[in-house]
């Protein structure tokens, strides 16, 4: 369900962005914004060293067949919850990186502003990244357990 309204909220998403742009949305997909919260999740996982237990985490999405062990299931929800805050932490490095990226051209104030929007994309897609990949994954590993 969580899945659906995740996807629900894109395609409202993309249809506004359409909408206002005239039909160009080249503008508002920023591929650093939506890499920089990634990295630092995957980076999240490097660190813990929990490799097994993030896959075994996508697998309990992916089937409902799949049985996780209870030592993996554990690790895998304190990973996800970890990477969770990690995704916000890193949507708000990128913010501060793109604001004082923008901050050197203050006389354009149109161009100002649409940077600013596109400053604010990384926050975005951190939503996007926590409601459709992280928070099922916590959820269906939660309900493993009864």
């Given at each position: 369900?969580k899945f659906?309204l995740?996807?629900?909220i894109?395609?409202?998403?993309?249809?506004?962005?359409?909408f206002?742009e005239?039909?160009s949305i080249?503008?508002f997909l920023?591929i650093?914004s939506?890499?920089?919260?990634l990295i630092?999740?995957?980076?999240?996982?490097?660190?813990?060293?929990?490799?097994?237990?993030?896959?075994?985490?996508?697998?309990?999405?992916i089937?409902?067949?799949?049985?996780i062990t209870?030592a993996?299931?554990?690790k895998a929800?304190?990973?996800?919850?970890l990477?969770?805050n990690a995704?916000w932490?890193?949507?708000a490095?990128?913010?501060v990186?793109s604001l004082?990226?923008?901050?050197?051209?203050v006389q354009?104030w149109e161009l100002f502003m649409?940077?600013?929007?596109?400053?604010g994309?990384?926050?975005?897609?951190?939503?996007?990244?926590?409601?459709?990949l992280?928070?099922?994954?916590?959820?269906?590993?939660?309900?493993?357990?009864?």
């Amino acid at each position: 369900m969580k899945f659906l309204l995740s996807a629900v909220i894109f395609l409202m998403w993309v249809g506004f962005m359409i909408f206002i742009e005239s039909g160009s949305i080249v503008y508002f997909l920023d591929i650093p914004s939506l890499i920089g919260p990634l990295i630092v999740a995957v980076a999240m996982i490097l660190i813990t060293g929990e490799y097994e237990a993030s896959i075994a985490g996508l697998k309990a999405l992916i089937s409902k067949k799949y049985q996780i062990t209870e030592a993996n299931r554990v690790k895998a929800i304190k990973l996800y919850r970890l990477m969770r805050n990690a995704v916000w932490c890193g949507a708000a490095l990128f913010f501060v990186i793109s604001l004082i990226n923008i901050m050197d051209d203050v006389q354009n104030w149109e161009l100002f502003m649409r940077n600013l929007a596109v400053a604010g994309l990384s926050v975005f897609y951190a939503v996007l990244i926590n409601l459709i990949l992280i928070n099922p994954v916590i959820g269906v590993l939660e309900m493993k357990d009864s």
